[in-house]
């Protein structure tokens, strides 16, 4: 195909918004710190996209992006995952991420899938089972879709 049309996409504009949703790094923090979209990130991106931050539609963007910690989105996540969404900037994600929503509750399948994804990204870093309680709230959030 040929550049230009509709389905431009600037890989520029994903890294800029990374950088927007990481925010500045934190007062005293070290050179290590995480490159990471952290827990206010993701209450001001899930904001944007007009979800709740702990609503299952906002769970389903970690499950595109492939996220594997629960409350964060590394950098490397966030350029893959919106490059295959191509979504490179906040209203395109909005629109693909409802595509995302709509197709995976029509289909028992991808339900599935999605459910898969959730079982391991509640499992904490290090344990080897997922906690009680957020595999009850994850299990709440999935079962109750109406």
């Keep these: 195909g040929g550049a230009g049309g509709d389905d431009e996409f600037d890989a520029g504009k994903v890294a800029a918004m990374f950088e ?4 500045p790094p934190s007062a005293g923090a070290d050179d290590d710190e995480p490159d990471v979209i952290g827990a206010d990130g993701i209450e001001r991106l899930a904001a944007a996209l007009g979800y709740d931050a702990d609503g299952v539609e906002f769970l389903m963007l970690a499950w595109q992006l492939d996220a594997e910690t629960l409350g964060e989105f590394a950098r490397k996540e966030w350029m893959s995952g919106l490059t295959d969404m191509r979504a490179d900037t906040v209203d395109k994600l909005k629109a693909k991420l409802g595509e995302v929503v709509a197709a995976t509750r029509a289909d028992r399948r ?8 959730l079982f391991n990204f509640g499992k904490a870093a ?11 709230a994850l299990w709440q959030l999935v079962l109750d879709k109406s």
Excluded: S, T
């Design 20 to 23: 927007e949703f990481r925010g």
């Design 110 to 117: 991808r339900y599935k899938q999605f459910y898969a994804f």
């Design 126 to 136: 290090e344990a080897k089972v997922v906690q009680l309680d957020v595999a009850v």
